[in-house]
């Protein structure tokens, strides 16, 4: 979600990968709850977990020139950071929480296979999420309205993700395979869409524009 | 914490009483993640979680005479951000959450008595965050820094909902229990000392100044 904020806005960034699950000493130190992102800036700042990463963008590097990823007036400001939160708490906990750790953490940490029980409890719960986001797009074209906000990108990323993993049945995801395919083909989606995991190819249509 | 802020600002509001647990047909249409707060605003914005509540009240409701709880500088906002993450997310996942559901949600539902081991792991959980407050406020007044902030009502509001079941051992809170007796002497904090909840008494000293 971070790199897709920072790309549309436009904002050149290095990338060190981290294994949080590995809870290095180095690691901790910087960031006690063991997340990510870790943002190093410039001018020395260190920002550490998704809100304090999206808020220092927003405040520090969004380009006047552009319109923003947060509407302005009442209700699209606050549909905006209601489905933010959506994305970054209920999805997560619900869905690529469960996918990622049995996926990668487990292989990362040798710490055996994954949990058919669990991969269920996520595929369950992601069809109940379609659902509703089905729900949203009847009447919207983004997320949060009429916009591209920050709740897109904050959503596409766990998209990102599961699609990575195949995780996702896009025969079954209704409108929400129009709406991802529109963020796919944005610029600030490419370097998401070059990335590869060292021993876990991706799902053969990961990186199609058309799929 | 979204009654602190509100009390801080001087908005005045109402109080609904909504117990999530129930999953009232009512509540779940205007907010189907079924958290609280939702906030409706005079001008007829409805603000559906905690992020969407915090944003509202900071663009339309902070005034511009007062300092605001979000410091303006990199490192100060960054941490406040860093910092009520920390009591949202992985206070609330790891302590809060599992005292509230076992004690009221349970309560509520009438759905049997609390679960000894789960509330072990909270208290066991709380220990070790206790620990690490210890640690901030070994160089700083506030939680986020030399100032308070919107990190301040959010862990605060954690405290209380704690200290009012009991689950807090003051004894053993170090440093915590200054920083949380000053919280508790500021105008803000006092609609929160009054609250009763209807067949559970709070701990004897929950209103208490001196505890």
Known sequence: MIRLMLAEYGVAFDL???SPWKREQAFLEVNPAATLPVLFDDEGAVVVGPLAAIHHIERFHAPEAVGGLVPTDPAGQAETWR????ALGKFNDEVTRYVIEEKIGKRELRS???EPAVLRAAKHNLAEHLQYFAFLFATRSW???KELTLADF?????FSCLDYLGDIDWDAAGEAKDWYARLKSRPAFRPLLV???HGMPANPTYADLDF
């Open 16 to 18: 060190d990968e981290v």
């Open 83 to 86: 489905l933010t939160e959506w």
């Open 112 to 114: 055996g296979s994954p």
């Open 143 to 145: 997320v949060a309205g």
């Open 154 to 158: 904050a959503l596409a990323a766990h």
């Open 195 to 197: 990335d590869r995991m």
